[in-house]
T-cell receptor, first 119, second 115 residues
Framework: DTEVTQTPKHLVMGMTNKKSLKCEQH?????MYWYKQKAKKPPELMFV???????INESVPSRFSPECPNSSLLNLHLHALQPEDSALYLC??????FGTGGRVDEKLFFGSGTQLSVL | GDSVTQMEGPVTLSEEAFLTINCTYT??????LFWYVQYPGEGLQLLLK?????DKGSNKGFEATYRKETTSFHLEKGSVQVSDSAVYFC??????????????FGSGTRLQVQP
C-alpha cells in the first residue's frame, strides 16, 4: 500500500460549522504534513507532525487545529472558517530513505486532497 | 528565504513536440530539487528528483539536471503526449531544524498538449 488516503474528497461548510478532514497512510511513515493549495497557486505548508508530535506550525490561524492520534492518522479540525479559506487541502507523509554514500533523503507522498468550499 | 521561480504558463504544444519548462532557485546550503506533477482533480506526484549538483533526475521520458552554477533545474522531454497535460511544479527541499524536510514550491506551469 503506497497510498495516502484523504476523506472527504469534497466538503462544503458554512462559517459557523465545525468539520474535520482526515488523512490515513499505512506505509509506516513517521512524518505527516498538511498543505493548503489555492486555485492556480502552489501548495503552501501548514503543519508538520513528526513521530505524532507537532514539529512545525507555519503561523496558521487557530481556526485550523491539527491532530495526530497515531502514526497512521492525521486530522485537521476546522471551526469558524472564512470564505478565503476555500482551497484544496493536501496531506502528505514521508519516510527516510538512505541513498548512496549514506546520504539521508526523504520522499513525500501526497494524497488527492480535500476540496473545501466555505460559504 | 528560499524560493523557486518557474516560467509562466500555460505552455501549449502539439503531440511529439519537445518540452522545456524553466526553473531557477534561490537557497542557502545544499537543497534537493524536485519536479512534481498534478493532474486535474488529483494531488501531487513526484516526477523526478536530484539531490546534488550535476545529478540528473529522470522518469517517464522526463529529465532535469541540477545545475549549481546557474541555480537551475529545467524540465525537458523529447516528445510529449496528450496524457502529459497537467500542472508541473518545481520544488526545493531542505532539512529544517526539526530534522524533517520542508518543500518550497514554484508557482506551477500548466502544460496543454494538443493531438
Amino acid at each position: 500500500d503506497t497510498e495516502v488516503t484523504q476523506t472527504p474528497k469534497h466538503l462544503v461548510m458554512g462559517m459557523t460549522n465545525k468539520k474535520s478532514l482526515k488523512c490515513e497512510q499505512h506505509m509506516g511513515h513517521r512524518a505527516m504534513y498538511w498543505y493548503k493549495q489555492k486555485a492556480k497557486k502552489p501548495p503552501e505548508l501548514m503543519f508538520v507532525y513528526s513521530y505524532e508530535k507537532l514539529s512545525i506550525n507555519e503561523s496558521v490561524p487557530s481556526r485550523f487545529s491539527p491532530e495526530c492520534p497515531n502514526s497512521s492518522l492525521l486530522n485537521l479540525h476546522l471551526h469558524a472558517l472564512q470564505p478565503e479559506d476555500s482551497a484544496l487541502y493536501l496531506c502528505a507523509s514521508s519516510h527516510i530513505v538512505f541513498g548512496t554514500g549514506g546520504r539521508v533523503d526523504e520522499k513525500l507522498f501526497f494524497g488527492s486532497g480535500t476540496q473545501l468550499s466555505v460559504l | 528565504g528560499d524560493s523557486v521561480t518557474q516560467m509562466e504558463g500555460p505552455v501549449t504544444l502539439s503531440e511529439e513536440a519537445f518540452l522545456t519548462i524553466n526553473c531557477t532557485y534561490t537557497a542557502t546550503g545544499y537543497p534537493s530539487l524536485f519536479w512534481y506533477v498534478q493532474y486535474p482533480g488529483e494531488g501531487l506526484q513526484l516526477l523526478l528528483k536530484a539531490t546534488k549538483a550535476d545529478d540528473k533526475g529522470s522518469n517517464k521520458g522526463f529529465e532535469a539536471t541540477y545545475r549549481k552554477e546557474t541555480t537551475s533545474f529545467h524540465l525537458e522531454k523529447g516528445s510529449v503526449q496528450v496524457s502529459d497535460s497537467a500542472v508541473y511544479f518545481c520544488a526545493l527541499s531542505k532539512f529544517m531544524d526539526t530534522g524533517r524536510r520542508a518543500l518550497t514550491f514554484g508557482s506551477g506551469t500548466r502544460l496543454q498538449v494538443q493531438p
